[in-house]
């Protein structure tokens, strides 16, 4: 995906608010240039700092793959579904785009540096914030067990409603402005 894809038509309320917050920001900056906006657009948020205080251990049943790994590889869930095996990627799971937070919170660090400089621009104010590289369900599920020794117990079940089968950022922009990527696999 590219910050100039075409965007609306959301297919969820989730969607939806994120969409209508770009248009307030743009709004607000209409409005009022003295205001100086940028969006980061997040791809797929995981990980923890590494002291280990904060991170990512939601109440109840995750929703996200992340959390839902994690908590299976400690045994509070005994399986994790997998949606869909029959997407066309390469192992038929789905693929998506999984950005550590630590590179996500530069690169707020590095927006915030952008909108008070000189080069600041509304036309370059929308930014991908990802790694440029999709992983399936399964690779991710292979690199949580190398990485922690752990087994995860999966099924492959049904497809889950809304889902697409492959998400990833085209980063470029964010490189090229400011000077911001992925540094975390
Ligand atoms: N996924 C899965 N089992 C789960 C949660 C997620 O197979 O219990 C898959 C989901 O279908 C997608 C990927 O993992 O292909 C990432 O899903 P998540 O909900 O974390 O983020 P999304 O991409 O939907 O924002």
């Not at 995981?46 to 908590?71: K, W, Y």
């Given at each position: 995906l590219?910050?100039?894809?075409?965007t609306?038509a959301t297919?969820?309320p989730?969607?939806?608010?994120?969409?209508?917050i770009?248009q307030?920001l743009?709004?607000l900056y209409?409005?009022?240039n003295?205001?100086k906006?940028?969006?980061l657009?997040y791809?797929?948020?995981?990980?923890?700092?590494e002291?280990?205080?904060i991170g990512?251990?939601?109440?109840?049943i995750?929703?996200?793959?992340m959390?839902?790994?994690?908590?299976?590889?400690?045994?509070k869930?005994?399986?994790?579904?997998?949606?869909g095996?029959?997407?066309?990627t390469k192992d038929?799971?789905g693929?998506r785009d999984y950005?550590?937070?630590?590179?996500?919170?530069?690169?707020?660090?590095?927006?915030?540096?952008?909108?008070h400089?000189?080069?600041f621009?509304?036309?370059?104010?929308t930014?991908?914030?990802g790694t440029?590289?999709?992983?399936s369900?399964?690779?991710?599920?292979?690199?949580?067990?190398q990485?922690?020794s752990k087994?995860v117990l999966?099924?492959i079940?049904?497809r889950?409603?809304?889902?697409?089968?492959i998400?990833y950022?085209?980063?470029?922009l964010?490189?090229?402005?400011?000077n911001?990527?992925?540094?975390k696999?």
């Amino acid at each position: 995906l590219k910050e100039t894809d075409p965007t609306g038509a959301t297919t969820n309320p989730y969607g939806t608010s994120k969409y209508m917050i770009e248009q307030i920001l743009h709004d607000l900056y209409t409005s009022d240039n003295t205001f100086k906006i940028a969006i980061l657009r997040y791809f797929n948020p995981v990980g923890a700092h590494e002291s280990g205080t904060i991170g990512e251990d939601p109440n109840g049943i995750p929703n996200n793959l992340m959390p839902f790994i994690s908590q299976t590889a400690v045994g509070k869930r005994e399986c994790l579904s997998v949606f869909g095996g029959d997407y066309d990627t390469k192992d038929g799971t789905g693929v998506r785009d999984y950005i550590h937070v630590i590179d996500l919170a530069n690169a707020h660090v590095k927006a915030i540096d952008y909108i008070h400089s000189k080069q600041f621009s509304i036309q370059r104010s929308t930014f991908n914030i990802g790694t440029g590289i999709g992983y399936s369900v399964l690779q991710m599920i292979q690199a949580f067990e190398q990485a922690s020794s752990k087994k995860v117990l999966y099924k492959i079940v049904q497809r889950r409603a809304g889902d697409i089968a492959i998400c990833y950022a085209d980063a470029s922009l964010a490189l090229d402005t400011l000077n911001w990527k992925g540094t975390k696999t």
